[in-house]
């Protein structure tokens, strides 16, 4: 993992090396950031997990919401938790709180203080639309065309 993650790490100045969550993965994020590398500690699904990645250096802890949701567990409240972590020991890693699935979800993960969120292409519609911003649009069209006539 290490010998991959310094050869990624010099494609670009703002490379982020991907690395999973387990035990060798958290020491060569240990390593990798004592050399400034940064990291995504990936596949989180704990508190614990979270925060043993956060004290392992990475530079973004990614917890993956829908899948939790999947299995009947908040991920939500998982992101809530990590942010209060952080908060508490002043860690400077980062939430992306990943797999979400729908504008609940982005909404939520924001108000439970998530750092950035990957968001599905088929979703981004959703987030600038609204059927009251349709309709006063057309409002507004429909009385501009009046005012106009006048």
């Known amino acids: ?23 060798a993965g958290l020491k060569a994020v240990h390593t990798l950031s004592k050399e400034g590398i940064k ?4 596949l989180i699904f704990s508190v614990a997990q ?16 829908g899948r939790l949701d999947d ?15 952080l908060d508490i020991y002043q860690y400077p890693s980062e939430i992306i709180s990943a ?10 993960t924001a ?18 639309s609204h059927p009251l911003t349709d309709n006063g649009i057309a409002q507004f069209m429909k009385d501009w065309k009046n005012f106009t006539k006048s």
């Open 1 to 23: 993992m290490l010998k991959e993650a310094r050869a990624i790490a010099k494609w670009a100045d703002n490379i982020v090396v991907k690395i999973p969550m387990t035990e």
């Open 39 to 42: 990291t995504n500690v990936t």
């Open 50 to 65: 979270g925060l043993m990645a956060a004290k392992a250096g990475a530079t973004f802890i990614s917890p993956f919401v």
């Open 71 to 85: 299995i009947g567990v908040s991920g939500i409240q998982l992101i809530s938790e990590l942010r209060e972590v």
């Open 99 to 108: 797999s979400i699935r729908n504008i609940e979800h982005v909404e939520a």
């Open 111 to 128: 108000l439970a203080g998530s750092h950035i969120a990957t968001i599905p292409g088929t979703l981004f519609p959703k987030l600038w």
